[in-house]
């Protein structure tokens, strides 16, 4: 056996390397910690305080509030005073750690560390005996989507997404049939209907508790445009029933995802359009690696979308099966003028638009 020579460097920069995963795995927890219990909010904008003073603020127990400033301090989130015995946020941290920096909040996604990691022993049990978890397994997955997506679609949705859409706004404006499939908790679909009361929406989904939400966010909104039916994508059913179909993120954790893009070939009409949202990533892994979030982007894959696709026997496709594999399933299915496209609030996600043939088809609202 030939003697392995160790690059020492090599070896140093990787313990470095190492070292900072675990701790940001850790503090990643720590953030989720500081976004439910409101202290990141509660701290943003606030003078230098002692730690008691912020578990007053916050209304929490001064102990646990103590112990998680000494993880923020560490982590360098916050910056301590030790003369004083104060902390604070500084205005640079909390622009991506607080409700209201909108989209931009970063503690929204670090819930996912801690929900992912309740399912770890599972994954393991697949990894050796093949299957997946199933979605009745995340309990807190529908919450915690609905709150991520709607905090990237709230602002977004009307200025920078429907302009991409055929006809743009004027069409809704002026009337037409959309369904959402994968709709979930019905985020875009709710605040589509509240804006367009002239066109009719129908969100699909197999989350019973999700469409709840959905129909009860419906009635608080007044919509009655907007309907939210229990229906598996693979067997959507629908016969030239809908001018617009969108999918949020809700292509690449299907069982059957090539059934369910048959499915919305069939229930558009000629002409009518499939905005389809899936993550950016290309169906390549080595051009995947530059992405900033490409190890987050396979662990939540192989965490969640691939496996619950894979507990119905389905194909795993994974979160990041890339543009050039959707372009292809969407031509499969008889799509034409594919076309990857994007918006500036949403850098995590690729926009791919695909028309049915036939029918007068209106043009794309882009003003740019
Ligand atoms: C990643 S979530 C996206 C939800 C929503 N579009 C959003 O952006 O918040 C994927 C959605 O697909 C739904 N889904 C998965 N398999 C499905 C199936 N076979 N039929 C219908 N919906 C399904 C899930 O219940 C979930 O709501």
């Not at 996604?109 to 990894?127: I, K, N, P, R």
């Not at 699909?204 to 959905?214: E, T």
């Not at 009518?272 to 995947?288: D, I, M, R, T």
Request: charged share 20%; glycine share 10%; aromatic share 6%.
């Amino acid at each position: 056996m030939s003697e392995v020579r160790l690059d020492k460097e090599r070896s140093a920069a990787f313990m470095a390397n190492m070292t900072g995963i675990m701790n940001g795995g850790a503090l990643a927890l720590m953030c989720s910690i500081g976004h439910k219990t409101g202290l990141f909010d509660t701290m943003a904008g606030m003078a230098p305080a002692t730690s008691s003073e912020i578990a007053d603020a916050a209304g929490l127990d001064e102990r646990y509030v103590r112990e998680w400033l000494a993880a923020m301090t560490a982590g360098e989130i916050v910056d301590h005073d030790p003369p004083a015995g104060t902390y604070v946020l500084p205005a640079e941290h909390s622009g991506l750690l607080t409700r209201a920096a909108g989209p931009l909040n970063l503690t929204t996604y670090c819930q996912y560390v801690s929900l992912l990691g309740q399912v770890e022993d599972e994954v393991v049990d697949a990894f050796r005996n093949g299957g997946g978890v199933p979605y009745e397994r995340y309990p807190q997955f529908q919450t915690l989507m609905a709150e991520s997506s709607g905090q990237r679609l709230s602002q977004a949705l009307i200025p920078q997404v429907v302009p991409l859409l055929p006809g743009g706004a004027e069409r809704l404006d002026t009337g037409i049939d959309v369904a959402d499939i994968g709709c979930g908790s019905g985020r875009a679909l709710n605040l589509l209907a509240s804006t367009y009361p002239r066109s009719r929406f129908t969100g699909f989904d197999i989350a019973r508790g999700a469409l709840d939400q959905a129909r009860a966010d419906a009635e608080a909104a007044g919509n009655t445009n907007v309907e939210f039916v229990e229906r598996d994508a693979a067997q959507l059913g629908e016969d030239a029933r809908f001018d617009l179909a969108t999918s949020f993120d809700a292509v690449h954790d299907q069982a059957h995802p090539d059934a369910m893009i048959a499915g919305i070939f069939a229930a558009l009409r000629p002409g009518g359009a499939y905005l389809c949202v899936e993550p950016k990533a290309s169906s390549h892994l080595h051009e995947n690696l530059d992405l900033p979030m490409a190890p987050m982007m396979y662990t939540i894959s192989t965490m969640h979308c691939m496996t619950v696709s894979l507990a119905y026997g389905g194909q795993g496709l994974g979160t990041a099966w890339g543009e050039q594999l959707a372009v292809e399933k969407l031509g499969n299915a008889g799509f034409v003028e594919i076309e990857v496209t994007g918006i500036k609030a949403d850098r995590a996600n690729h926009y791919l638009l695909a028309t049915k043939p036939g029918g007068d088809r209106p043009h794309h609202g882009r003003t740019t």
